[in-house]
């Protein structure tokens, strides 16, 4: 093979991105998950101070966020380790899920 073969065939695989960019999005997705999960704590202290209880939906939807890029990962990539993490991080957000609807219609156990 050629340069001229190994770019073309680079960029067919690549659906005429380039590494830079695909770099970069992957930094972007991991910084914005990061700012969502210091937000999260942040408003869950906040919740807590202000009203001694914790604001269980706003937990639920990061984990949400969380168990959807792990279920995204393992049905594309179909690792093991994805796929763990796509289990764990939804048996977590299934959890805390359940708390916020039992918080929201006021069910106590």
Known sequence: MNKEEILEKSRKENKN???VEIDRMKKSTFF???CSIGFTCLWTLLSIIATWRVNFAVIA???FMIFSMHL?????G???VDIF???SSGFTF???????ICE?????P
């Open 32 to 34: 914005a998950l990061m």
């Open 17 to 19: 991105r380039d590494y």
């Open 94 to 100: 299934l959890i805390i899920f359940t708390i916020a």
């Open 61 to 63: 939807t990061e984990f």
């Open 72 to 76: 995204y990962k393992a049905v594309k």
């Open 104 to 108: 929201l219609f006021n069910i106590k």
């Open 78 to 80: 179909k690792k093991g």
């Open 85 to 87: 993490c796509a289990a």
